[in-house]
């Protein structure tokens, strides 16, 4: 029995198919953009956490800008 995977995106994503959707599933994180829902990253909830700490650090600001 499959149950049901929740993507969840970003409130500065805005409208339209541009953005990453993450959800979890067990004890892993799936990650995938919007517009190529078919393609679909998995990785560990303890190396999300270390990449979510390097974003609010600003390690990846250089990326955006």
């Known amino acids: 029995m499959s ?3 929740n ?3 970003s409130s500065f994503s805005g409208e339209g198919p541009q953005c990453v959707e993450i ?3 067990n004890d892993d994180i799936l990650v995938r953009e919007s517009d190529d829902p078919n ?3 998995t990785t ?3 190396k999300f ?3 979510i700490a390097g ?3 600003g390690e990846f600001d250089h990326l955006v800008h």
């Open 44 to 46: 560990t909830r303890d």
């Open 23 to 25: 959800a979890a599933r």
């Open 7 to 9: 993507w969840q995106k």
């Open 3 to 5: 149950r049901e995977i």
């Open 49 to 51: 956490a270390a990449f």
């Open 55 to 57: 974003v609010k650090a």
């Open 39 to 41: 393609i679909i990253t």
